[in-house]
């Protein structure tokens, strides 16, 4: 597991990456308003970071490409597979650690509870694994930093506003709500519904399982392009 | 020779941001999108009068959030060309040439400021002809939008100049764009205490772009409330173009 330990010590190090991951959320958290049951935004804005945090995760993936790191980490006895298996965990692990210490701290705050408490973790780690897929898929169209990046802000507005961030999906006209659905942003908003709706157990597991769907998809494409 | 200078590099800044399709993809088509799709999801919502006078008073709300948002994120352009021009890449070719790097980065400036403003009316076109959103007095719109680019180009030279990394200034500006916009009110309704309602009128320059479009035409009550704005902005933009002017100096020439 080398490549995972210094994959993991390479994130920590970028300064970008540690605002994304422990400064922004701590910002969001003590904001009582966004966390009130009925008006429920933080959950979702959390999920926006997650997204965030993913895609600048991924980043260094895409860098190694650009650079040709890649092709001489290829020289040494190591597989794609285990390349991209051991980055990808290193990220999933500080994203999953930083939900965990998240949802600690908005438990103490505003008393979710145990079941709310696991249920948020699962789904947000669910969709931080769809978020390292879709990342990983998204970088390995492009070629230049600048395209990528440019490209990535329009589609995330769009993601933002058909996957429930700005207005909830139960809003949504149900045109606009079939095109969010092509996105792993809506299934987490949906979700999250059960926080409103205790009666949304089917949902949840359904919500979850597309999610996990969706990660395997773009992680089947996203790994399948050559990487150098 | 200078004046010359300057127009021959102002022309061609102008002409290397026309090229970039992508830029207008951002800073016009996306906030028209946005603008659409809210204005029709919140108008299917809502029991309240949504006609005023003929114009839609939601996307009336929505348009001006999302034009100054993406106005205040304008000088994005400016950070690239800033740091392709004179830090990374072309910096020594560039400083070869006879032109001093405070003409390349007036024209730059300059240009920028020319093509956003030109966007930012495109939004206000776009939205009022599209979305019968009312936008107030035009002169005063476009005069504020004018200021807020002016602040938007010096905010994002003060950011590169401090951070020295494009990526993570482009990361602060948008964010720094967005927590006003946060701040102004657009995103979610705020707590309704004196702090809250401050920073909502007056608090950012982008709440205090917001209250003068707002104050200009009958959505405001009175005209010295849009003054007093109007002036607080060009305030702000003459306190951030004296930083830039000394943090220039010590770390671009």
Redesign the interface.
């Known amino acids: 597991m080398t490549i995972f330990l210094f994959a993991f010590i390479r994130s920590l190090r970028r ?2 990456t540690l605002v994304a991951m422990f400064v922004l959320p701590l910002a969001i958290v003590f904001i009582r ?2 966390w009130t049951l009925e ?1 429920g ?1 933080g959950f979702l804005f959390y999920g926006m970071i997650i997204m965030f945090a993913a895609f600048s995760l991924v980043r260094s993936i895409m860098i190694d490409r650009m650079t040709g790191t890649v092709v001489r980490i290829f020289a040494a006895p190591v597989a794609t597979f285990q390349y991209l298996f051991q980055n990808l965990l290193a990220f999933w692990l500080i994203i999953g650690v930083q939900t965990i210490v998240f949802v600690v701290i908005g438990s103490a705050l505003y008393g979710w509870g145990i079941e709310m408490a696991v249920r948020l973790i699962l789904s947000y780690n669910i969709f931080a694994v769809a978020s390292l897929a879709f990342s990983l898929a998204w970088n390995s169209m492009f070629r230049s930093k ?2 990528s ?3 990535f ?2 589609i995330i ?2 993601m933002a ?2 996957g429930g961030i ?2 909830p999906i139960s ?3 149900d045109f ?1 709500r079939k095109i969010g659905m092509l996105f792993p942003t809506y299934w987490l908003s949906n979700s999250l519904l059960f926080i409103q709706d205790k009666e949304w157990n089917g949902q949840y597991w359904l919500s979850i399982l597309i999610m996990f769907l969706f990660s395997a998809a773009f992680l089947l494409y996203g790994s399948k392009r050559r990487l150098e | 020779m200078t004046r010359n200078l300057f127009w021959v590099s102002f022309f061609h800044y102008l002409r290397r941001l026309s090229r970039g399709y992508l830029g207008i993809l951002i800073f016009v088509a996306l906030p028209l999108v946005i603008v659409w799709v809210l204005s029709f999801v919140y108008s299917q919502n809502t029991e309240e009068q949504i006609y005023v006078f003929g114009y839609n008073m939601i996307s009336t709300n929505i348009s001006i959030g999302m034009m100054l948002i993406f106005q205040l994120s304008g000088g994005i352009y400016l950070l690239n060309y800033l740091n392709h021009d004179l830090i990374k890449p072309m910096k020594w070719r560039l400083k070869a040439s006879p032109c001093a790097t405070y003409t390349l980065v007036f024209s730059g400036t300059a240009a920028c400021l020319v093509f956003t403003v030109l966007q930012g009316i495109l939004i206000v076109v776009g939205t009022s002809l599209l979305q019968d959103a009312y936008w107030g007095n035009v002169w005063i719109v476009i005069f504020v939008i004018v200021l807020v680019s002016i602040i938007s180009q010096f905010l994002n030279i003060t950011l590169f100049l401090y951070i020295r990394n494009v990526n993570t200034a482009e990361y602060i500006s948008w964010f720094l764009s967005w927590a006003m916009a946060v701040l102004g009110g657009l995103i979610f309704t705020l707590p309704d205490n004196a702090f809250f309602s401050f920073m909502k009128q007056y608090g950012t320059p982008f709440s205090l772009a917001q209250s003068a479009i707002r104050e200009s035409g009958f959505l405001g009550t009175s005209s010295t409330n849009m003054l007093v704005c109007i002036a607080a902005l060009l305030g702000i933009a003459g306190i951030l173009a004296v930083l830039v002017i000394k943090l220039g100096r010590r770390k671009l020439i």
């Open positions: 300064k970008s308003t966004l008006n935004r600048v395209m990046d440019a490209i802000s329009i507005s769009l506003l058909l700005f207005i809003m949504l006209p606009l």
